[in-house]
């Protein structure tokens, strides 16, 4: 199992034969291993990679290697490997994209939009009552609990936090990968917002 960090830009089509395939567009940053957690220090293998900053030229990288700072970086993240991919990575490697060609099926993950606090028509899609001016029961919730045991039971759909759920949408195909400008475009919707990370997985 492998990882890589990218960037949601937005939605589009693509042309495949003669149909239109929707993709999302996905911005893969420069991604530099700093790092690796082992199995006798830590319990488990793992790499930690750092997404650098625009500001900050990949050319000048070497330069200043022992007075690293945070704030150069946008982005620390820790992916697991398992024992035969870690011996490919060294420090200061850089994460390509040539790990993604040919006809490859990915998994997306990341967290779906906060919607904040709403009510249980839109949370639930609840079909809600009649819209005439007699009725009083429109966008209301309806009844929530019994006579007994006279409580709400757990995990009554009801209106609350919407969003901000972590998913993870697995069996996505890649539709194209452009190297020269790091984009990645992967079939269908992914979870995030626009400008938000996302771990693709494979």
């Known amino acids: 199992m492998a990882w890589i960090i990218a960037t949601k ?15 999302t567009l996905l911005k893969v940053p420069t991604l530099k291993v700093v790092w690796f957690k082992t199995l006798e220090k830590d319990g488990y293998k793992a790499i930690i990679v750092w997404v650098l900053n625009k500001k900050v030229e990949d050319s000048t ?3 200043w290697k022992s007075t690293l700072n945070k ?3 946008s982005k620390i993240v ?3 490997v398992s024992d035969a991919d870690i011996e490919k990575y060294s420090a200061w490697d850089t994460l390509s994209l040539d ?3 040919g006809d ?3 998994s997306i993950e990341w967290f779906s939009k906060w919607k904040w606090f709403t009510g249980a028509m839109k949370k639930h ?10 009725s009083k029961f429109h966008r209301a919730l309806g ?9 709400v039971h757990k995990g009554k759909k009801m209106h609350g936090h919407h969003g901000d759920t972590k998913f993870t949408v697995k069996k996505v195909p890649v539709e194209l990968v452009n190297k020269e400008i790091g984009v990645v475009g992967v079939r269908w919707a992914v979870p995030g917002w626009r400008n938000s990370f996302v771990n693709i997985i494979f």
């Open 143 to 151: 009844s929530i609990g019994n006579r007994k045991p006279t409580k």
């Open 9 to 23: 830009l937005e939605m589009t089509r693509v042309i495949k034969g003669d149909r239109f395939v929707p993709v």
């Open 78 to 80: 820790e992916f697991p």
């Open 99 to 101: 790990v993604l060609e």
């Open 61 to 63: 990288l070497a330069e």
């Open 125 to 134: 899609n609840f079909h809600g009552g009649p819209g005439g001016h007699g």
């Open 71 to 73: 704030s150069d970086f």
């Open 104 to 106: 490859i099926k990915v």
